[in-house]
């Protein structure tokens, strides 16, 4: 039987919401510091951009796997886990002395935030079965991840400026062991394996897929658009992502149910998500590089952008609040 909590404790909400935290505050660490890491390490352009990349890619593709993992398992051990291992990578970051070191931490990195996403989200779920007290947590869920996003740069930014650039990767080490210990004394666990299980197909084909795509996007200015690897790359993308599709209409318990795609609301977000992603990478980096590389503006001016890009967000926290208390999702 599916273990629900009937009322959502105190310590529960506020170990979720430092998690989320955590996880997205790590995604825009490098944001303003990509101008020193490429002076540091000699790196390419492309280089650079697989820095921010490294992270997102292994958090894209496991986060919808990770939370079947906590439906079977249990939500509190993956959230401690997706804590350790995300200190780890950032330890790795924070140590880095070449840019496949940094790489390495932050797909370290992204496969703890993988964890942290979705069993952050479901145990809060899980634990309000009243519809109002839902909203209420899971707009501060949300609230916490527009705060992170606008911390992560300035903080980054700031350690930057005062002292070596992988000091900016040290309170992420931090803040993820903090993680590990909150989730593991103030978690209430949860489970739903009641027709779940994993869904391998689906996980290789959109691994396989969206990592040939990402690679194909980022070195394609480099290698050229027309050459064999970058042309080979794409089509193996397409391939992986039509038997991705394949996969989960026949898949007994799919990773992704793409009768969603058939409702409106839900083929908008997933098309701005997937766009945001892109365009967060190719931002992260252009701007960086130019404050950074070119203007040699320091770390924390740098910064700034980066900051008021996701005040906005923060600023809409409440009236988000108010839409999901007021508007039917049913009727969307």
């Not at 997706?82 to 370290?108: C, D, P, R, Y």
């Not at 979705?118 to 899971?138: G, N, Y």
């Not at 064999?228 to 039509?242: H, M, Q, R």
Request: net charge neutral; glycine share 10%.
């Amino acid at each position: 039987m599916t273990n629900l909590v009937k009322r959502l404790d105190r310590g529960t909400p506020i170990a979720c919401c430092l998690a989320v935290a955590a996880a997205q505050l790590c995604i825009t660490v490098p944001s303003p510091i990509n101008g020193e890491i490429q002076v540091a390490f000699g790196a390419s352009g492309s280089q650079v951009a697989w820095v921010t990349s490294a992270f997102i890619l292994p958090t894209a593709i496991l986060e919808l796997n990770f939370g079947v993992v906590g439906d079977l398992f249990g939500r509190k051990r993956l959230l401690v886990l997706g804590g350790l291992v995300l200190a780890l990578g950032e330890l790795l970051n924070a140590t880095s002395q070449n840019i496949t070191m940094m790489w390495t931490g932050q797909a370290l990195a992204g496969v703890g935030a993988a964890a942290l996403f979705p069993s952050s989200l479901a145990v809060i779920a899980a634990a309000t079965p009243d519809e109002k007290d839902r909203v209420r947590a899971v707009s501060t869920w949300a609230l916490s991840i527009s705060i992170a996003s606008a911390v992560g740069p300035l903080s980054s930014g700031v350690l930057a400026t005062v002292a070596d650039f992988r000091w900016a990767f040290v309170p992420p080490v931090v803040l993820g062991l903090v993680v590990a210990v909150a989730c593991w004394k103030l978690v209430t666990d949860s489970k739903a394996p009641e027709g779940r299980s994993l869904d391998w197909p689906g996980q290789i084909t959109i691994a396989v897929g969206l990592t040939a795509l990402l690679w194909g996007i980022i070195e394609g200015g480099d290698r050229g658009w027309g050459s064999a690897a970058i042309v080979g790359s794409l089509s193996l993308a397409a391939v992986a992502l039509v038997g991705f599709i394949v996969a989960e209409t026949r898949a007994a318990s799919p990773m992704f149910n793409l009768d969603l795609l058939k409702i409106p609301s839900f083929a908008a977000a997933a098309v701005v998500a997937l766009a945001g992603m892109f365009g967060f990478i190719g931002t992260a980096y252009c701007v960086s590089i130019r404050l950074g590389a070119v203007m040699h503006l320091s770390a924390v001016r740098a910064s700034m952008p980066f900051v008021i890009l996701q005040l906005i967000p923060l600023l809409l926290a409440p009236v988000l609040s108010k839409m999901l208390t007021r508007v039917d999702a049913a009727g969307c």
